[in-house]
Nanobody
Framework: VQLQASGGGLVQAGDSPRLSCVVSGRTASGYVMGWFRQAPGKEREFVAAKSAWGGTTIYRDSVRGRFTISKDKDKNTVYLQMNNLKPEDTGVYYC???????????????????WGQGTLVTVSS
């Protein structure tokens, strides 16, 4: 499985860009898909995840209500719609996939088997 993330760039606070993660090799629907981010000088942190086949999604508290993770099975692509961005959302965003994760552990980076290369989102105030 290979993941290719895109959609990052320099944006203004309040903007609403969308990140994409194209999945190749297998169908994205069969994987737990997650988004993580890493701000400069900080550790990688969980952002959002969506279950395999089903509709369950989880978000970190600071993005809940502003970000939406979704899958397009026809395009085999996972999206992260980010609304009302804030400067503290700045970081390199990574998409990740896992064959299976125990429910409740979807926010742990170590549980994911495959990672994309990351796309940088810089939010200016």
């Amino acid at each position: 499985v290979q993941l290719q993330a895109s959609g990052g760039g320099l944006v203004q606070a309040g903007d609403s860009p969308r990140l994409s993660c194209v999945v190749s090799g297998r169908t994205a629907s069969g994987y737990v898909m997650g988004w993580f981010r890493q701000a400069p000088g900080k550790e990688r942190e969980f952002v959002a995840a969506k279950s395999a086949w089903g509709g369950t999604t989880i978000y970190r508290d600071s993005v809940r209500g502003r970000f939406t993770i979704s899958k397009d099975k026809d395009k085999n692509t996972v999206y992260l719609q980010m609304n009302n961005l804030k400067p503290e959302d700045t970081g390199v965003y990574y998409c990740a996939a896992a064959n299976w994760i125990v429910e409740g552990l979807w926010d742990l980076a170590r549980e994911y088997n495959y990672w994309g290369q990351g796309t940088l989102v810089t939010v200016s105030s």
